[in-house]
């Protein structure tokens, strides 16, 4: 049975029915979604949608009213699975998006993430690299403007900045990866 989540119109709905009160946040998630539209060359035609679907869908672990553990990627993931049917790699995206398994392993919620199986994927890549070249209020950053915006937002030591730091590497990786993807794309 299709889901209404399956588009990226009906995604979007969803993120705009949780995330405007948190303002930045929702700033962040538009433009992410259209970073995400952007980016979706390096991903192959038939993935696109679930692409964008997803990088609406990234942050909805935010809203206040789904939190239950406290870390969104896993908040997100359970509310989407809580709607019925939604696709599955959609679910596992949002668990999975810009390295959460890191901060998952600080704030000791490593069990919680793995029922969601992470895929390595150009798609993942790309949903990555639209979250990690995308500012706190939407602003186009690159990667590096990105990890250092987080890591000043976040106190060293703190779960974030302790995570951040660690999934650089991964995340740069994931970047790179979808910018080399873009450039073998025929124009």
């Known amino acids: 049975m299709p889901s209404a989540l399956d588009t990226p119109q009906g995604a979007a709905e969803l993120a705009e029915s949780l995330l405007p009160p948190l303002g930045n946040r929702w700033l962040h998630t538009q433009a992410v979604a259209a970073r995400a539209r952007e980016v979706s060359a390096a991903v192959s035609a038939d993935e696109r949608d679930l692409l964008v679907a997803a990088a609406w869908l990234h ?35 949002v668990a999975h998006h810009s390295g959460a398994v890191y901060e998952a392993e600080q704030r000791g919620l490593s ?70 993807r873009l450039v073998d794309q025929p124009m």
């Open 59 to 93: 942050d909805i672990g935010y809203a206040p009213e789904l939190r239950d553990t406290g870390f969104h990627p896993v908040d997100g993931a359970r509310h989407l699975e809580s709607l019925g049917a939604p696709p599955d790699r959609l679910v596992r995206l």
């Open 111 to 180: 069990v919680e993430l793995a029922v969601y199986e992470r895929e390595d994927s150009p798609l993942l890549d790309a949903l990555i690299c639209a979250d990690m070249t995308t500012g706190p209020a939407g602003q186009a950053f690159d990667f590096e403007q990105r990890m250092d915006e987080i890591l000043v937002r976040y106190a060293p030591g703190s779960e974030v900045h302790t995570a951040i730091s660690n999934a650089r590497p991964y995340l740069r990786a994931a970047v790179e990866r979808t910018q080399a």
